[in-house]
C-alpha cells in the first residue's frame, strides 16, 4: 500500500466537476508534483488531502488510515501557500511557536524547535522581526519553517514560488529540496511551471481539467509524452499530423507525433551520420531564447521548430538553406 492514496476521487463544487475520479499513490519519502495549467484542479486536490475541502466521492488514505472525513488538525499535515499569510502583528519566532502552543509543547521543546526550524530555511538573525520588514523571499522561508516546525507527516506546497522573481525561486527550489530530504518528508508541491516541475520532482503528475493525463518521473515525462496535451504542455514539442509527418519523411504514420524542437540535426553540409530522416529546409525565422536558438525551418512544405545551442559560428540567417536529420526514435507517436 502507498503512503497516501487518492482512490477514486471526484469533487463538485455546483454542477462544475472539478476532479474527475482521481487515483493517484503517492510513496513515502517522495517529492511529488501536481503540475498543470491554471484551474485544471490542482489546489483542489491539495485541500482534500489537507481535509480544507471535502471531497464529494472516494478514499483519502494516509499511512494505512482513512483520513478522508478526519479533521484537518488532526491530519498531521503541514501547508505552505503561495500568499504567505503570516500574522502581521507577530514577529518570526512568535509566527512559528504560534501552532506549537496551541498543541501545549513544553516551553523548552518550542524554543528548540522554533531555532532548528529558523536555522534550516537560514533566517537566522531575523527571529524577532516582523513579516512586514521582510523581502517576499524571507516571508516565504518564514511561511516554509512553519510548514514544518509542527513535524508533519506530509508537506503540501501550493504554488509557494509563483509570486517570488525568478533568481530568488531557484535559491528557494534548492532549500526546499534540501529541507525536504533533511527531514525525510513526503512532499506534494502544485505548480504550473514546467521548468520548476522537472528541477524538483521525483515524481511528476500531468493535470489536465480534473483528470491526471500522465505521471512519471521528470525525464520520463519529458521524453515521451503519451498525448498531445501532454507533448503540448511540457518541452515545446513540435507536434505534426500524420500528413505533415508523410511530407517530412516519406513514409506513412498513424497518428499525431511530437518531436522535441532540440532533436534536429542541423547542417550546412551534407550529413552522413545514421538518422533516419534527412531533409533539406529553408530558415524561416529565428528568435534567440537565452543560450539556444530557435529557428523556425521549411522542411519538405513542413513548418518545423528546430533549437540549436547559441554558438556564433554556427548560426543561421533567415533565407538559408539548411540540410536537416531526425533519428526515428525522437517521434514520438502520440
Ligand atoms: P488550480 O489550482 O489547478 O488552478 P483549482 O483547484 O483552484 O485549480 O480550481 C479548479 C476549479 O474549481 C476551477 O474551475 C475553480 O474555479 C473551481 N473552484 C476552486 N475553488 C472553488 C470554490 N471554493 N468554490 C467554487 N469553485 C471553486
Ligand atoms: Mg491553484
Redesign the pocket.
Known sequence: MAYIEFQNIDKF??K?H?LKGINLNIEKGDFVT?L????????????CLAGL?QTSSGKIILDKEDITHKDPKDRNIGMVFQHYSLFPNMTVKENLAFGLKLQKLPAAEIEKRVKDSIEMVELIGKEDEYPASLSGGQQQRVALARGIVMRPKVLLL??PLSAIDAKLRKSLQTSIREIHKELGLTSVF?T?DQDEAMVMSDVINL?HD?VIEQSGNPVDIYTKPETSFAAGFIGNYNILKPEEMKKLTGKEWQGDVAIRPETFLLSNTPITSGESYKMQGVILDRVTRGNVLRYKILVNDVEVQADLLFRSASMYQIGDSVQVALANHNCVCL
Open positions: 463544487y455546483g462544475n472539478v501536481l498543470g495549467p491554471s484551474g485544471c484542479g490542482k489546489s483542489t486536490l491539495l485541500r475541502e501550493d504554488e502544485v504550473h493535470f480534473g
